[in-house]
């Protein structure tokens, strides 16, 4: 697998994420603070089993490049070219080398 270096100039786009934190008192989702990444956007219809196990529909796949801990209760924000813009985060995954934790994938 190419290094992170590699893949990083490949990453043209930002997205931010915002991590789950936790419910208000009316039950609604609140987050953390925003952290914008560098990453690579791509519009790809995919079909996917979601953690409810039920099927979804995937537009948009972001490869995040390093380190990046997300999960299916954080917010996303995509590059404007996308719509929407704050899509539900339906599947996520980390991939690694053999050096270790590579990028992860947010599929939305």
């Not at 987050?31 to 956007?41: E, I």
């Not at 948009?60 to 813009?85: K, M």
């Amino acid at each position: 697998m190419p290094t992170v270096d590699i893949w990083a100039r490949l990453a043209k786009d930002l997205v931010t994420i915002e991590p789950y934190s936790g419910q208000n008192r009316y039950g609604e989702a609140t987050y953390g603070s925003a952290v914008t990444y560098r990453a690579h956007c791509q519009g790809k219809i995919q079909r996917i089993t979601g953690l409810d196990g039920q099927e979804h529909v995937s537009q948009v796949t972001s490869y995040l490049i390093g380190t990046v801990a997300v999960s299916t209760r954080d917010r996303i924000t995509l590059p404007s070219r996308f719509s929407p813009t704050q899509p539900p985060i339906l599947a996520v995954r980390q991939v690694s080398s053999e050096r270790g934790w590579h990028h992860s994938v947010a599929m939305t």
